[in-house]
Each structure stands twice: as C-alpha cells, then as structure tokens.
C-alpha cells in the first residue's frame, strides 16, 4: 500500500543512482551501481512518474551518464500502467514505477546464446537495488513481472525487438 505523499525529487535521483547509476570511472571505463557481464550493460530504465514533487507525470528514459531524465511522453498514465499492468491497482498509487527493459543484442557478441539470460540476471540485479535503495530511504518497494508486453514497450517508445520491458518495480510512500 502506498501514501499518497508524492515523492520527492531529491529521493528519486538518490533511487535512480543507487540502482543503476554511474558509481566510479568515466567514458569507457564507467561501472555503475549494478554488475554486468563484461561491463556491457544491457539494462536501462525508464521511470514513469505518477506523484514526485517538481516532475512533470510522464515516462522518462533515466540517462545515466548525465544522471538526468530525459521525457519520453508527458502526461498522467496511471491508468495506462495500471490497465497494462494486468489491473494491479497499486501500481498507479505509488509514486513512481520503474520500468526495466533490456537492449536485447548488447550482449550477444561476447555471450551468444547465453545473453539473454546473463540480461535477465542483470534486470534482477537492479530490481534488488531498486529494493535496497528504496528502504534505505524509507520508501517502498514491490517488483512485479506481470504486465502486457507489447503496450507497455509502446507506451515506452520500445520497438519489442531491439530494446523490451523485462521487469517493473513500483516505488512511493509506504501507506
């Protein structure tokens, strides 16, 4: 159950860094918040915001070199989320929901047929962040893996192909 106390800016930047963010190094050399094999990093995010003090309602794509988001659609899309999201109704309570997709092909090069796998593996570790980060600033946090594929990545700007949803964690104000 989430409050309905919007977030705040300051706490979702502090989410975004912890559970993706560049942490050490630039350019080539740049590791972020959650492992990745062979430094590849297939996972990005896309935090639709709902309730977040001084953020515009819409989705974003989290660019993480410039820690900034950058607007992918304006507007209130709690019902879209939620009517997506298999009619879960916390998911348009909350403040936040982080969507997790994977660059599909990223990988493949070095890891074949083991890289989407290695991409699942790389979604869970930063939905486990997402989790950390989240009760480190006393928020909380639910993963969910149960919505429609193809809207979402729509709603998202994802073709489905290169680049999918994979995994949504839902952030906000505990009730």
Known sequence: DYARTPMTADELSRVLYLTAGIT???HC???????????LYPIELYPVVH???GVSPG?????Y??????????GDLRRLVV???????????CGVVLFVSMILQRMRPKYQDRSYRYGLLEAGHVGENAYLAASA???GACGVG???DDAINEMLGLDGVEEAAVYLVALGHRA
């Open 65 to 74: 070199r410039e820690h900034a988001l950058e607007e992918v659609r304006a």
């Open 29 to 39: 050399s740049a590791r972020r918040a959650a492992p990745s094999s062979g430094a």
């Open 83 to 93: 009517d997506q999201g298999i009619s879960q109704s916390f998911l348009g309570e």
């Open 137 to 139: 600033l006393g928020l």
């Open 51 to 53: 309730s977040v003090e």
């Open 146 to 148: 149960a919505f429609m």
């Open 24 to 26: 050490s190094g630039l």
């Open 59 to 63: 989705a974003y794509h989290y660019a």
